[in-house]
């Protein structure tokens, strides 16, 4: 009853008592109270003095001055009678008080310091699951990421990771008691991830053993279709009955519902099946799946094999029944803008290239690539001749859906002609084209071109490149073909602005950056020429001739660190090319390392015994070392290669002399004197040689040697009587002399000088009277072994050209044995400066 209240009267007051409060701070009376008025009275105007504040952190007053919140009492205060001072501000109600007592307004420093933090319990053993469930996870998706970025072996090392933390998990699970809760998908992802990076790292063994762990767990369900994974690692592995076998299986697993899944486990049957080379078993299977759902690699796949079986009839059919397959995609025109809405023109625009017409793209490619394939693989064996094989497959063409491709059929049947050495032919079938469709008749131009350009008729190439050129405007293949034409009749710079376009068509036509380095190097503009060809090498890695043409420029531009290390990059191409090895050794030679250059030398020799100039070289290196007896075997050589040229002989004679074995030198002179009895020079060597060894035969040989000098005598004053000045002889020589150089020039023999380049040996060889120039004289001569012994040249040159696997050799300057090897200076003539026609 105590705690019970009860309702007031009505007469009571309800707000009665909120008024009362402290006298201290009643405002009602402050006119009537008289301290308070003296305060205003003797404070009025004033302001407090201005306290300085020490750097601590508490705020105190400077002076004696009283502390912060109290006033100093004193005369004029006013204080109250009850003892209470008067608080300086009206803040009492916030917890300022005039004692000094700290700010606390929730009254909690009665309360002491707060508790320290509860520590955090330790985690169940569900949490513990959890987290290991996601760590298992993220090594999965990372094992994947990195399969799809080609690092297989990271791949592996996460997927192995992911199973031990996924044992780890099942055990944990044990021992927790919570075994009811295992997840199963987890398991599945785990396995199924570490078998399929087994089976990408070619661990075929362990990837079988992980398929088979999840193919014998009941617990997975559809783990029977991953027997599809273990038929392909049996068909890697060449086991091809297993993968047959396993094949059937997951066919049995997969329900008739999942129809796309079941053709593609039946044409691997039928692939496996050709490979065994069971080619009725094969037809079988694409038989079943062209039935069901025909396509075009299926259809493609089916003709295939009945060519394997020759069976004519059903090869036709099969074609046939290929070209019933669908397409199913929409055709160019629905991207052709054919009205004026600009909203609809921007959208045409924009799905013009996305990403579904891109893979329109690429299924009608494939089905063209298809039926073309299927046409070339049996149109030489339907019937009984090749002709009559491509017009059956080219009326089956026209006749179908396809028609279209029945031209590019035609051109292709040129390109067999063309295989067979049938070019009449061919060009007949390519001429069909001319009145036909702008786009096809392009291409037929470029190919007639080609042909008239590999049978030299230049005119007919280049008027057929201009008409390809005319038909289409983006044709590359028709400029390369136009500057192909341009560079045959030397006309480099118009070769070069047709090089130019058509790479301005397209950047990476390997065809005109190659020729177009070649033109540069004619022109003497090395550098562009090196561009052009280093760009090549980016596109088509290690071809021998880009890299030779690179090697060159670099030695063209004397830079042989460069050079010397392109080349050696071309032997690892080709390792047994001599002509490589000598221009290694001619680079060594040059900066006076002869060592190394004998090496690649003999490695040239070893290679190709029959390059003049490297057995000359060879020759010579061993008489400047003082070992004539190992340049006798290749002085044979070059005797045996050119038998009527004494000077090889001369050299093994005098070769015998030096190394001492004077009798067999003496016998080597009387040789060659009994065949060249006119060669003054050995009849010298021999009136020397037997002096010295006191044979009777001396006086015998001077008498011969002065018959001789008199007939070479007279002969000289024959020839300087028939070239005196008026005489009618001279002026009839002189002017067929000329009638020929000129004649030779009209030719075009002479190739045109350009800056860095001169006239070819094989050229100048071709001129009337001329000797081999542009170069220093390489002859060997007998005074480089006896500077006693005089020595009169012969006049024939050494034709030491061949051709090696790159293209024709340029004439190379021949060593001397008492010249020191300055650069080299090479000929305008080079080996792959062939030109890649289109």
Request: charged share 25%; net charge negative.
């Amino acid at each position: 009853m105590d705690t019970l209240r009860f309702a007031v009267d009505d007469d009571d007051d309800l707000y009665s008592g909120f008024d009362t409060v402290h006298p201290a701070l009643d405002t009602r009376h402050l006119e009537s109270d008289p301290g308070f008025q003296e305060a205003v009275r003797t404070s009025h105007g004033r302001r407090p003095p201005t306290q300085s504040r020490t750097p601590g952190t508490a705020i105190r007053l400077t002076g004696a001055a009283p502390r912060l919140g109290t006033v100093q009492q004193g005369p004029g205060t006013g204080g109250s009678s009850d003892g209470l001072r008067r608080p300086m501000t009206s803040m009492r109600g916030t917890g300022y008080t005039s004692q000094g007592s700290a700010f606390d307004p929730l009254n909690q420093a009665s309360k002491g310091p707060a508790p320290p933090l509860i520590s955090k319990t330790e985690e169940s053993p569900e949490e513990k699951i959890k987290s290991l469930e996601r760590r298992v996870m993220g090594l999965i998706e990372e094992s994947c990421l990195a399969a799809s970025r080609g690092e297989i072996r990271l791949s592996l090392d996460r997927a192995k990771e992911a199973s031990s933390k996924e044992r780890s998990l099942i055990r944990q699970r044990e021992q927790a008691g919570l075994s009811d809760g295992h997840n199963l998908d987890l398991t599945f992802s785990v396995l199924f991830n570490l078998a399929n990076q087994y089976a990408a790292n070619d661990m075929y063994t362990e990837a079988l053993n992980t398929y088979q762990v999840i193919t014998k767990d009941r617990m997975f369900n559809n783990s029977g279709r991953l027997r599809v994974n273990m038929g392909n690692i049996h068909y890697k592995m060449g086991q091809y009955s297993k993968a047959i076998k396993f094949y059937r299986m997951a066919l049995d697993q997969v329900p008739n519902t999942h129809k796309s899944m079941r053709i593609k486990i039946m044409h691997n049957i039928g692939l496996v099946f050709v490979r065994m080379g069971q080619y009725s078993e094969a037809c079988t299977s694409f038989e079943y799946i062209m039935q069901e759902e025909a396509n075009f690699k299926t259809g493609l796949d089916l003709v295939t094999a009945y060519y394997a079986l020759g069976d004519k009839e059903r090869m036709k059919k099969g074609f046939l029944r290929l070209l019933e397959c669908q397409l199913d995609i929409d055709d160019d025109e629905k991207y052709t803008t054919t009205s004026d809405d600009t909203q609809a023109n921007l959208i045409l625009e924009v799905i013009r290239n996305d990403p579904l017409r891109k893979m329109e793209r690429q299924m009608k490619q494939e089905a063209e690539r298809s039926i073309l394939t299927a046409a070339k693989l049996i149109s030489p064996v339907i019937e009984s001749t090749f002709s009559a094989g491509y017009n059956w497959c080219v009326d089956a063409i026209k006749n179908s859906q396809y028609a279209d491709l029945a031209n590019d059929l035609e051109i292709n049947k040129a390109v067999m002609y063309l295989r067979q050495k049938n070019f009449k032919d061919a060009v007949e079938t390519l001429k069909m084209f001319e009145k036909k469709e702008t786009k096809v008749a392009s291409t037929a131009a470029t190919n007639l071109s080609f042909l008239y350009f590999l049978q030299n008729e230049t005119d007919l190439a280049d008027n057929y490149a201009q008409m390809a050129r005319d038909a289409n405007g983006y044709n590359d293949a028709a400029l390369v073909n136009l500057g192909n034409c341009c560079y045959k009749r030397e006309d480099y710079e118009k070769a070069r602005e047709h090089y130019i376009a058509a790479l301005d068509i397209d950047a990476s036509c390997v065809e005109a950056l190659y020729n177009l380095g070649l033109t540069n190097k004619k022109l003497g503009n090395y550098e562009e020429a090196l561009d052009s060809l280093l760009k090549m090498h980016a596109i088509v890695r290690n071809y021998p001739p880009v890299v030779y043409q690179i090697a060159h420029l670099y030695q063209l531009l004397q830079d042989n660190d460069q050079a010397s290390e392109w080349y050696l990059q071309l032997l690892g191409l080709v390792p047994t090319d001599p002509h490589i090895h000598q221009r290694l050794g001619q680079i060594f030679d040059s900066e006076g390392d002869k060592q190394q250059a004998y090496q690649y030398y003999f490695d040239s020799y070893r290679y190709f015994p029959s390059n003049l100039e490297v057995i000359d070289w060879l020759g010579s290196y061993f008489i400047e070392h003082q070992v004539a007896e190992k340049a006798i075997s290749y002085f044979e050589r070059a005797a045996l290669m050119q038998p009527d040229e004494p000077k090889w002989q001369l050299m093994v004679a005098a070769c015998h002399r030096r190394s001492g074995n004077y009798q067999q030198a003496l016998q080597t002179y009387k040789q060659i004197n009994r065949r060249f009895p006119e060669n003054v020079e050995c009849l010298k060597l021999l009136i020397r040689l037997s002096s010295d060894l006191g044979l009777k035969e001396a006086t015998e040989y001077a008498l011969e040697l002065k018959k001789v000098e008199r007939v070479q005598e007279q002969r000289d004053i024959r020839a300087t009587s028939g070239s005196r000045p008026g005489s009618r002889r001279s002026s009839s020589r002189a002017s067929r002399s000329g009638s020929a150089i000129s004649g030779h020039e009209e030719a075009g023999v002479l190739p045109p000088k350009s800056p860095g380049t001169r006239p070819s040996a094989r050229s100048a060889r071709s001129i009337p009277g001329s000797a081999l120039s542009g170069g220093r004289s390489t002859r060997l001569s007998l005074n480089d072994l006896d500077e006693t012994e005089p020595y009169i040249p012969s006049n024939k040159e050494v034709d030491s050209s061949y051709v090696d696997p790159l293209g024709p050799l340029q004439e190379r300057p021949k060593t001397s044995l008492r010249r020191k090897q300055d650069e080299d200076e090479f000929a305008d003539e080079d080996i792959g400066d062939d030109l890649l026609p289109e």
